[in-house]
């Protein structure tokens, strides 16, 4: 079992990604992205995007009622349809589903966010949280009978509303769910760089223990980021691989070595 992480930059080929996919005889679940489009829809309907910090360091994107519309319209309506269409023209019956359709994905609201503003700290609350449980029945009944998912946020709450949160934590709790031995990981970069502004800088290979060093070394969403990665492998997973998402066999090339594996 895959699990295909699709990354939501304008710079990704998903044309090449959904090629490379449809001739993997393996089954796969493909979970996507759609940050940039967000942030475009975002602009158009005058809404304006905030990105807090918690006093822990982490960045993550502040999910009021406009956000979670912007989320709906961009995530789950336009990327994720645009994609099920992709994968119909290349004879793969995808399905596409956020988390709260059939309790794919259930989460605990957060109860309010740590932060420090002015220098003072306080609590934000809005409509995100983490993702604790998967439908793992629903996903298997699919995928048993041919279909492939193709899944984004947002997910579901304990309440039944429809909350945004970190897909790299989907990733986590699906792979967990699912007992996948490889999750696929397509950004827009060669995978991952020593010095982030040196596309040269790739790093092909890294062990889990060298990882769990890189979360010490930065800050921002990056460390949010840093810290999914060291959860999911400490989870079981056989592999993960970060690779290019922009070259004409995305797929292909990170299956055959290139990105960066992370393994024992």
């Known amino acids: 079992m895959l699990i295909i992480k699709i990354g939501g930059g304008d710079s990704l080929d998903l044309e090449a990604i959904v090629y490379d996919l449809a ?9 996507h992205g759609a940050n940039a489009l967000r942030d475009r829809i975002s602009g158009k309907m005058g809404f304006t995007r905030q990105v807090i910090t918690s006093a822990k360091g982490y960045s993550s994107v502040f999910s009021d009622d406009d956000a979670l519309d912007a989320i709906l319209m961009a995530y789950s309506g336009l990327r994720n349809k645009r994609l099920v269409e992709m994968f119909q023209r290349r004879g793969v019956n995808a399905v596409g589903l956020t988390g709260l359709d059939g309790r794919i994905v259930e989460g605990e609201r957060n109860r309010g966010i740590r932060v420090v503003e002015n220098g003072k700290k306080m609590l934000k609350r809005d409509h995100s949280g983490k993702p604790r449980s998967v439908n793992a029945g629903l996903l298997r009944l699919l995928i048993d009978n ?9 997910i579901v709450d304990e309440s039944g509303w ?4 970190e897909n790299d934590d ?4 699906l792979q967990q769910a699912l007992d996948a031995d490889t ?3 397509l950004i827009e970069a060669p995978g991952f760089l020593a010095d982030e ?3 040269e800088s790739l790093v092909p290979r890294l062990t889990r223990a060298e990882l769990e060093q890189r979360e010490q070394e ?3 969403r990056m460390k949010r ?6 959860k999911l492998a400490r989870g079981g997973v056989k592999r993960i691989i970060i690779s290019d998402g922009r070259t004409g066999h995305p797929v292909r090339d990170a299956l055959d070595g290139g990105g960066t594996w992370i393994e024992e």
């Not at 001739?23 to 979970?31: K, N, S």
């Not at 980021?225 to 060291?230: D, F, R, S, T």
């Open 183 to 185: 999750v696929l990981q």
């Open 225 to 230: 980021k840093m810290h999914a990665l060291n």
């Open 162 to 165: 429809a909350i945004n949160t």
């Open 146 to 154: 041919g279909y492939t998912p193709v899944l984004t946020i947002p």
């Open 23 to 31: 001739t993997l005889r393996e089954p796969y679940i493909v979970i």
């Open 218 to 220: 930065v800050g921002g």
């Open 170 to 173: 989907v990733v986590c709790v």
């Open 197 to 199: 502004t040196d596309a």
